[in-house]
């Protein structure tokens, strides 16, 4: 499985930002995937997550009404839509998979990991 993570950049505060991961390798109807985010000096923090097939999303708190986490099927492509960013978003951000529906907050139950995209939010 590989994922390729793509979208981060440099955004002023209030600003938009699109984020993409392209999962390849596999059939990916099982799978899970899930946004992680590491700021500097900072331990990697779940973002948001989605069953590869649908169904519910689950965010983390600081996130829930900014960012909206979703799929295209046909282009093997998870997307988060970060709208209202705020400097406390600045980080690396971090797609990820795991083979079954559950979306789970912590990153050690995630097997594989794209690279990070780097998100700057100037204040």
């Known amino acids: 499985v590989q994922l390729q993570a793509s979208g981060g950049g440099l955004v002023q505060a209030g600003g938009s930002l699109r984020l993409s991961c392209v999962a390849s390798?596999?059939?990916?109807?099982?799978?899970?995937i899930a946004w992680f985010r590491q700021a500097p000096g900072k331990e990697r923090d779940f973002v948001a997550g989605?069953?590869?097939?649908?169904?519910?999303?689950d965010y983390a708190d600081s996130v829930k009404g900014r960012f909206t986490i979703s799929r295209d099927n046909a282009k093997n492509t998870v997307s988060l839509q970060m709208n209202s960013l705020k400097s406390e978003d600045t980080a690396v951000y971090s797609c990820?998979?795991?083979?079954?529906?559950?979306?789970?907050?912590?990153?050690?139950?995630?097997?594989?990991w794209g690279q990070g995209t780097e998100v700057t939010v100037s204040s």
């Open positions: 990820a998979a795991r083979w079954g529906a559950i979306v789970y907050v912590k990153s050690e139950e995630y097997n594989y």
């Open positions: 390798g596999r059939s990916f109807s099982s799978y899970a």
């Open positions: 989605i069953k590869w097939t649908g169904g519910r999303e």
